[in-house]
């Protein structure tokens, strides 16, 4: 492949060939540093902003309807992101794809990326990250849990470590995206199906009556619950498993129905989204949302979070 034109390499990133998008910018790297360093001089904010451009190259190629003027592409991203750090002068989110000007109606960060070998790219390199710092990306990019302080409120964190851990996720995919584009990796769409027809076979158990065998055989015994408002099992209340059946026991015999609207898995983590349905005689009677946010080791649940995002305003 490194002897392909970058018109071959550009149409096969469009097609969703994470690998020639990673030999085209190898190929330009040279020129889109040299922009960064003419804007930004020496020091951290030249390389972070040939990261930042990398990343929305992921999600831009294709935009770019003259497969032959891919370097001088690269370098107007580099460009505008330079600028756009130069005319920053909060703290963030100048690091952020929304922040680069792009058009609002466009698709969601999952659909940019849904495409072939290039989705599954992303979600390699994503499970090549720390937990908490592939959490607080997954949230940002793949969930409707995607404000900095819903974040931080979810992870427990300081929303200045929430900018921090998002930082270092782009530096990180950047960096994976030119060492390992070439590489053969799972089919990710595969693995989210099944994880999201595990959520939706949960749910339909509770509605049997049947939740606490689903949890019993998916979840540790020593798994942690914590509740939407912090609550956990107390002194001689049982374990996590325990006061998560009685919690969705307690929700069903009020009429409560759950329905999941969005699944995001990872190797380790994985995030329901699901719609709360309120009972007809009491339609305020739950937020309309929540999420499970789910830690597993070996497949299993080791400490399940519940959270009820905030409706955008």
């Known amino acids: 492949m490194l002897t392909e034109s970058d018109v071959e390499l550009v149409l096969a990133a469009q097609s969703g060939d994470a690998a020639g998008l990673g030999v085209l910018l190898s190929r330009h790297m040279a020129g889109m540093q040299a922009v960064a360093l003419s804007l930004l001089g020496y020091g951290p904010d030249a390389e972070d902003a040939v990261q930042d451009a990398m990343l929305v190259a992921v999600r831009r190629i294709g935009d770019l309807r003259d497969p032959a003027a891919a370097g001088p592409w690269l370098r107007t991203v580099v460009r505008n992101v330079c600028r756009m750090r130069l005319r920053e002068s ?176 990872g190797r380790d983590l994985t995030i329901w989204e699901a719609e709360l349905i309120s009972p007809p005689d009491n339609p305020d009677h739950c937020p309309p949302g929540v999420v499970w946010l789910h830690g597993l080791r070996e497949g299993r649940v080791r400490r399940l979070r519940l959270f009820h995002p905030r409706p955008a305003l």
């Open 90 to 265: 909060r703290a963030l989110p100048y690091g952020d794809m929304e922040a680069l000007g792009l058009p609002s109606a466009e698709p969601t960060q999952e659909e940019l990326l849904d495409g072939g070998s290039m989705r599954d790219w992303v979600w390699h390199a994503l499970g090549e990250l720390s937990e908490p710092i592939r959490l607080v990306a997954l949230l940002r990019y793949f969930s409707d849990v995607s404000s900095y302080d819903q974040i931080a409120e979810l992870c427990g964190v300081p929303v200045g470590t929430v900018r921090s851990r998002l930082n270092q996720a782009r530096a990180k995919l950047a960096d994976a995206l030119r060492a390992t584009a070439d590489l053969a990796h799972d089919d990710s769409a595969s693995f989210t199906r099944a994880r999201r027809q595990e959520a939706e076979e949960m749910m339909a158990a509770a509605q049997r009556g049947a939740f606490a065998d689903v949890v019993k055989e998916q979840w540790w015994p020593e798994a942690e619950f914590v509740g939407p408002n912090g609550e956990r099992p107390g002194p001689g209340g049982g374990s996590g498993r325990d006061f998560a059946v009685w919690a969705m026991d307690f929700d069903l015999s009020n009429g409560v129905r759950q329905r999941i609207s969005n699944v995001v898995a």
